[in-house]
C-alpha cells in the first residue's frame, strides 16, 4: 500500500503527471517521463546519459555547444579551447567581431578602414597598394581625385560655418599609399606622423602622383587598370597641396581631410611651429567634429545641408554609415598616442570649456591649450 502511494506520489517535473508504472528518469532533483525530459534549444527528449546544464535549464551537448561555445567571425569554427582549458578569443572593441587568436598572425587581411577581418566566406577588395576593403566600406569608397571633389566643398563649407574659412585655392590629391609615403618624405619640415599615414598637408613643391581615373574594381582581386599622372604643385601660398590616401569611405577621407585642412588653416594663419601633440590634436578636434555633424545628418535630424553642392552619396546613406562615422569619432576618442590621443584629448576638453575661437587664440598666443 505505502509502496503504491509512494508510486503514485511521483509526479513528473515536465508534464506534472504521475509517472505510473513505466521507465523514468531521475535528474535534476526531480523525476521525469523520459519523453518529458527535454532540451532547452531543440525541445527534443534527451535520452543521452550525459546533457549540458545552463541556466536551470538541460540541453543535448551538441545543442549546447551550438548555442553557447562561440563561433569565430573569420573561420565559422567553434573557437578552440586554450592549454588551460578555457576558450579564448579576441574580439574587437568596437565591433565585437570575436575570432581566434591565431587569426592575427595567419595573414587573414583586415580592412584597411574600419579594421575588421575578412571572414573566409567574403573576399575584401585588394586596392593597388596592398591594402584590403570590405565590401561595406568599399560601398562609399572615394577612388579618385576627381570624384573627392564634392567632399572636398563639403568640408570648405564646414570650416566656414564655423567662420574659419579657407581663402586660398589648395589642389586636393588623392594618391596611392606608395605616393603618400614619398611625398612626406620630400618634406622639409617633417611632422609627426602615425604608422600608417592617410592624409598629408604639404609645403613644398614637388611632383605628386595622383589618382585620376577611377580603376574598374574587381572584387576580390586586384585592381587592374589603375592610374596614376604626375601633378606638379607649385608654391602660391604656404601649402601646396592637401594629399589623402585614396579608396577610403567618403565618411574617413571627410575626416581625414579635415584634419589636413586645420594643419593648412594654421600655417595660412601664420601660427607658429607648434608642438606635435597640440597641433595633430586640434587637427584632430576639428576630424571630430566634422563626424559628428555627419552623425547628426545621417541621423535624420533633417537639418538641410549648407552646401548645395553636396555629393550625390549623402542621400543614400545606409545604417552602416552611422555606425562607421561611430567607428572613426570612437577610434579618434580611445587613440592611446602621445601625440594625436592626448592631444586630441586636452584639444578637446579646452574646446568644450572655452570654446573653438577662445581655443585657437589661445594657442596663437602661447602655443598650448588653455587649461
Ligand atoms: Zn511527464
Ligand atoms: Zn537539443
Ligand atoms: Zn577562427
Ligand atoms: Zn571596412
Ligand atoms: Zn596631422
Request: hydrophobic residues 30%; contains cysteine.
Amino acid at each position: 500500500m505505502t509502496c503504491t502511494f509512494f508510486l503514485c506520489d511521483r509526479i513528473c517535473a515536465g508534464c506534472n503527471y504521475e509517472i505510473g508504472h513505466g521507465r523514468f528518469l531521475s535528474c535534476m532533483g526531480a523525476v521525469w517521463h523520459p519523453e518529458c525530459f527535454r532540451c532547452h534549444a531543440c525541445n527534443q527528449p534527451i535520452a543521452d546519459y550525459e546533457f549540458s546544464m545552463s541556466g536551470n535549464y538541460p540541453y543535448h551537448k551538441t545543442c549546447y555547444k551550438e548555442h553557447y561555445h562561440p563561433k569565430c567571425d573569420v573561420c565559422q569554427h567553434f573557437i578552440p579551447t586554450n592549454a588551460s582549458g578555457l576558450i579564448e578569443y579576441r574580439a574587437h572593441p568596437f565591433w565585437a567581431q570575436k575570432y581566434c587568436p591565431f587569426h592575427e598572425h595567419d595573414g587573414t587581411p583586415r580592412c584597411c578602414s574600419c579594421e575588421r577581418m575578412e571572414p573566409r566566406e567574403t573576399s575584401y577588395a585588394a586596392l593597388n597598394d596592398g591594402r584590403k576593403l570590405c565590401l561595406e566600406c568599399l560601398d562609399s569608397s572615394i577612388m579618385d581625385t576627381s570624384e573627392c571633389q564634392p567632399l572636398y566643398r563639403d568640408i570648405q563649407a564646414f570650416y566656414e560655418s564655423i567662420n574659419m574659412k579657407v581663402e586660398q585655392i589648395i589642389p586636393l590629391l588623392l594618391v596611392e599609399r606608395q605616393a603618400l609615403n614619398e611625398a612626406m618624405d620630400g618634406e622639409r619640415n617633417g611632422h609627426y606622423h602615425m604608422p600608417e599615414t592617410r592624409g598629408l598637408c604639404l609645403s613644398e613643391e614637388q611632383t605628386i602622383s595622383t589618382v585620376l581615373r577611377r580603376p574598374k574594381m574587381g572584387m576580390g582581386s586586384r585592381v587592374p587598370d589603375m592610374r596614376t599622372e604626375p601633378y606638379k604643385l607649385t608654391r602660391r601660398c604656404e601649402v601646396t597641396a592637401i594629399l589623402i590616401l585614396y579608396g577610403l569611405p567618403r565618411l574617413l577621407t571627410g575626416s581625414i581631410l579635415a584634419h589636413e585642412m586645420m594643419h593648412a588653416w594654421l600655417r595660412l594663419q601664420g601660427y607658429r611651429t607648434l608642438s606635435q601633440d597640440v597641433e595633430e590634436g586640434i587637427c584632430q578636434v576639428l576630424a571630430h567634429m566634422w563626424l559628428r555633424t555627419q552623425i547628426s545628418l545621417i541621423s535624420g535630424k533633417n537639418t538641410p545641408s549648407s552646401s548645395s553642392a553636396t555629393s550625390s552619396r549623402q542621400e543614400k546613406r545606409s545604417p552602416f554609415d552611422k555606425k562607421l562615422a561611430e567607428f572613426f569619432k570612437h577610434q579618434i576618442e580611445s587613440d592611446m598616442s602621445p601625440v594625436y590621443g592626448n592631444g586630441f584629448r586636452a584639444g578637446n576638453q579646452a574646446v568644450l570649456k572655452y570654446g573653438l575661437p577662445s581655443t585657437l587664440e589661445h594657442i596663437r598666443l602661447t602655443g598650448s591649450f588653455p587649461f
